[in-house]
């Protein structure tokens, strides 16, 4: 079983930064592959970033390469996403989400820090 709460969202203008982390529990997060996923009013929920258990492969949505990273630390159960550059269509609420298999479900999901870019 795996928690996961995702921190760091806000408001800030466009062209500025900001970084996401979400806080996972338990033993076992080194054994998860770990992803971000965004969704704004009336979109469906949208794959941005994820990462290996290692830390060692990441892939980015075509719309975030370039400007976000993903990056975590398993010593302290948690993964980031370091957003800069942002735009006014980032505007979301950023979820955090864990699977044990690539390609597999996402079998845990935080509660969502919502992330609003003023242009």
């Known amino acids: 079983q795996v928690q996961l709460v995702e921190s760091g969202g806000g408001l800030v203008q466009a062209g500025g930064s900001l970084t996401l982390s979400c806080a996972a529990s338990?033993?076992?997060?080194?054994?998860?592959?770990m992803g971000w996923f965004r969704q704004a009013p009336g979109n469906e929920r949208e794959f941005v970033a994820r990462?290996?258990?290692?830390?060692?492969?990441?892939h980015y949505a075509d719309s975030v390469k370039g400007r976000f990273t993903i990056s975590r630390d398993n010593a302290k159960n948690t993964v980031y996403l370091q957003m800069n550059s942002l735009k006014p269509e980032d505007t979301a609420v950023y979820y955090c989400?864990?699977?044990?298999?690539?390609?597999?479900?996402?079998?845990?999901w935080g509660q969502g820090t919502q992330v609003t870019v003023s242009s």
């Open positions: 990462i290996s258990w290692s830390g060692a492969v990441t």
């Open positions: 989400a864990a699977q044990q298999t690539i390609g597999g479900l996402y079998e845990y």
């Open positions: 338990g033993r076992t997060f080194s054994r998860y592959h």
